[in-house]
C-alpha cells in the first residue's frame, strides 16, 4: 500500500498563487508515477498534471499549461503542484495519486489516492 496526504489547498484570490504538497509513504513509492487531479462540484475528476519518479516526464492538461508545475522530491517522497495564475475555474478539491504501469492522464491507471485538498480561488 502507499499512503499519499494532500496539504496546501486554501481560499486565494484570482491571479494569485498556491503550492499544493502530497507526502507519499507506506509501500515504496519509488518507480511510482505521480498525478494531480482535482474536481469541481457536479463535474468528473479531471487530469491536472503528472511526473515520473525521476522528475525527467511531466505532463499537464491543457488549461493549466504555463500556470501550474508539477516537481517532486525523491528524498522527502514528496510530490507539489505549483499554481500560478489562478483562476476561478481552477476551483475544486484536488486529489494526489499514485501508478505504477499505466498512461499519465488516465484517472482508472492510478491505484493510490490521497484524501483530497479544496483549492477556492475568488474572483
Known amino acids: 500500500q502507499v499512503q499519499l496526504v494532500e496539504s496546501g489547498g486554501r481560499l486565494v484570490q484570482a491571479g494569485g498563487s498556491l503550492r499544493l504538497s502530497c507526502a507519499a509513504s507506506?509501500?515504496?513509492?519509488?518507480?511510482?508515477?505521480m498525478g494531480w487531479f482535482r474536481q469541481a462540484p457536479g463535474k468528473e475528476r479531471e487530469f491536472v498534471a503528472a511526473?515520473?519518479?525521476?522528475?525527467?516526464?511531466?505532463l499537464y492538461a491543457d488549461p493549466v499549461k504555463g500556470r501550474f508545475t508539477i516537481s517532486i522530491d525523491n528524498a522527502k517522497s514528496t510530490v507539489y503542484l505549483q499554481m500560478n495564475s489562478l483562476k476561478p475555474e481552477d476551483t475544486a478539491v484536488y486529489y494526489c495519486?499514485?501508478?505504477?504501469?499505466?498512461?499519465?492522464?488516465?484517472?482508472?491507471?492510478?491505484?493510490?489516492w490521497g484524501q483530497g485538498t479544496q483549492v477556492t480561488v475568488s474572483s
Open positions: 507506506g509501500r515504496t513509492s519509488r518507480g511510482a508515477t
Open positions: 495519486a499514485a501508478q505504477f504501469n499505466g498512461r499519465f492522464n488516465d484517472a482508472s491507471a492510478y491505484d493510490y
Open positions: 511526473i515520473g519518479w525521476s522528475g525527467s516526464i511531466t
